[in-house]
């Protein structure tokens, strides 16, 4: 937990690009919420509003007035979403502004979610483009009130966070993004995710082509590239990012069934070796999927708020909707479903086929679906 006093500087974690504050019961509620949305957000709030599971989520409670904290936020995160008033907001930033050139974006939300307010650094601090951003994840109206807004392009280090997609690492935003905005030739491959990551009301820029495979891309020779997968890529892929960025769509839904009293451990390892096998990224995954036999299994409740993965529950009966080529009778004597991890997976995403057919592992059951992201999963 943050201790606040006056004259001393707060210690904090700095886990991702952007800070997210809130100071009020709903703001809270809301906020917990939308760090599930928006994953480059650390999340602070008072400890008034503990919840327990603080430590777990890696979400910082702070004790004291918040214009104590904004100091280290200000100095340490490219962005700082406020979950206050206006006015406040405005006051307690004031003496903390510096040069247009090294502000961070700020951001308010106002307390019911409705409105995202560019506040400070709309066009150098990148305000705008979070702003957009930040409301689409949320479902929240933009507030943008510049004379003109950002250039309308893909912003590189917001790519896709409105639908929860992540970047492998930072080291190349800063140069793919100045090849977007100078309108070089950026590749763009696509091999899972949702496809409307296109926001604005004009064509997609000349210079940003879509290439069907990476193998294509390649051959374009392009002066830098945005990779969408799942997939952990082949060495022989690697020189499309030797300029280019990848990110993670949420795109992998686990079906588990687990032994009663199974430890989080051993249910991690054997996704990680699974994931692993099939040469998947942990940070696509987007749910773990199960049967509502299992909704307060311990084990399972810690893996899924550890990662903030929605833990998704289906009875027998919507499981057995679920058309099955090896249906268990086993499974069924016990559970009242002829199957537990395939048809959770492939209820969850939508999909007709899967990944990874049912593996046994120790006391883990565990199977692997893509999200169908033709459909909106159920």
């Not at 951001?107 to 066009?123: P, R, T, Y």
């Not at 046994?360 to 992201?373: D, E, L, P, Q």
């Amino acid at each position: 937990m943050i201790n606040l006093r006056e004259g001393e500087i707060p210690v904090i974690e700095k886990r991702k690009p952007y800070a997210l504050v809130a100071i009020t019961k709903h703001g809270v509620a809301h906020a917990r919420s939308y760090v599930e949305k928006f994953p480059y957000a650390d999340l602070y709030y008072m400890k008034k509003f503990e919840q327990g599971d603080e430590e777990t989520r890696q979400i910082q409670l702070f004790d004291g007035t918040v214009r104590l904290l904004l100091p280290s936020l200000f100095q340490q995160y490219k962005g700082i979403i406020c979950i206050i008033s206006l006015g406040a907001v405005v006051r307690m930033i004031a003496p903390l502004m510096i040069d247009k050139k090294k502000d961070p974006a700020v951001l308010v939300v106002d307390d019911k979610g409705q409105f995202v307010v560019s506040v400070l650094s709309g066009h150098i601090g990148g305000a705008n483009a979070l702003t957009h951003e930040f409301a689409k994840a949320i479902g929240a109206v933009p507030v943008v009130t510049t004379a003109s807004d950002v250039q309308k392009t893909i912003p590189v280090d917001l790519f896709g966070a409105q639908f929860g997609w992540m970047w492998d690492s930072e080291e190349k935003l800063t140069p793919v993004s100045a090849s977007v905005v100078n309108e070089e030739h950026v590749a763009i491959v696509q091999e899972t995710g949702e496809k409307n990551w296109w926001m604005y009301d004009r064509s997609i820029p000349d210079n940003l082509k879509i290439y069907p495979s990476i193998d294509e891309a390649i051959m374009a020779k392009p002066q830098a590239a945005l990779l969408i997968t799942d997939r952990l890529i082949e060495a022989h892929e690697e020189v499309l990012l030797e300029n280019g960025v990848m990110y993670r769509p949420k795109s992998i839904v686990l079906g588990i069934g687990c032994n009663r009293g199974t430890a989080m451990a051993e249910i991690e390892q054997v996704i990680d070796e699974t994931l692993a096998e099939l040469r998947l990224s942990k940070k696509s995954v987007k749910a773990v999927a199960t049967i509502d036999l299992k909704k307060n299994e311990t084990g399972l409740l810690d893996l899924t708020a550890k990662h903030n993965w929605p833990f998704v529950t289906y009875t027998p009966d919507q499981l057995n909707e679920i058309p099955m080529q090896n249906p268990s009778d086993t499974v069924f004597k016990y559970t009242g479903a002829y199957g537990v991890s395939e048809p959770a997976a492939l209820r969850y995403a939508n999909a007709k086929e899967l990944l990874l057919k049912k593996k046994k592992s120790g006391n883990v059951t565990i199977s692997i679906a893509r999200v169908n992201f033709q459909e909106e999963v159920q």
